[in-house]
């Protein structure tokens, strides 16, 4: 029987690029814990990282301001209401109040639909905005360090981390 000949090669080992995630801050601002590095398996739901945001703040003055401007015209709304059921104004008014709380509703709805996307509670809102692993894998990029720029800005990579399912991988030999 023939000893069977070994083949050595050199080459490369790549993730599916299909398999991969990038890991991306909604909201912008400066990293202030990070709980992974580069190579460390991650499961899906677990804390990555932590950015302190401005984004935060101003959704949450939003928000407040809508609230009080909904609140605002439901009164006006239903006192108008009132006012033209004691024949004291007219239809007009009526549908101008309707259609003002209309808005105002749907207002503080994107107000809180923006809180709801930076991952904020309405009730209990932090200026830290915590940052989570969207799939399970390995990180095979990092390119955030504490105190860098996280999110969505105008320098560097808005991509925190990528994660990528290594279950299946191409691996590509060099010619020689």
């Not at 101008?96 to 996307?117: G, I, S, Y």
Request: with cysteine; aromatic share 6%; net charge negative.
């Amino acid at each position: 029987m023939e000893a069977a000949a070994e083949l050595n090669v050199t080459g490369s080992v790549f993730p599916d690029i299909a398999r991969e995630v990038p890991v991306i801050s909604l909201a912008s601002g400066r990293v202030v814990d990070i709980k992974a590095r580069l190579d460390d398996s991650v499961k899906k739901g677990q804390l990555l990282l932590k950015v302190q945001s401005p984004d935060v703040t101003n959704a949450y003055d939003v928000y407040l301001k809508a609230v009080s401007d909904e609140q605002m015209t439901n009164k006006a709304y239903l006192r108008t209401k009132d006012l033209y059921a004691h024949g004291a104004i007219s239809q007009e008014m009526v549908e101008q109040a309707e259609d003002a709380e209309t808005d105002n509703q749907a207002d503080l709805k994107a107000a809180e639909e923006q809180l709801k996307t930076l991952g904020i509670d309405k009730n209990n809102p932090q200026s830290i905005v915590p940052v989570y692993a969207p799939i399970s894998g390995v990180i095979v990029a990092q390119y955030v360090t504490n105190a860098a720029a996280a999110g969505v800005t105008y320098s560097g990579n808005a991509t925190a981390f990528t994660i990528a399912d290594l279950s299946v991988v191409w691996i590509v030999c060099d010619a020689y």
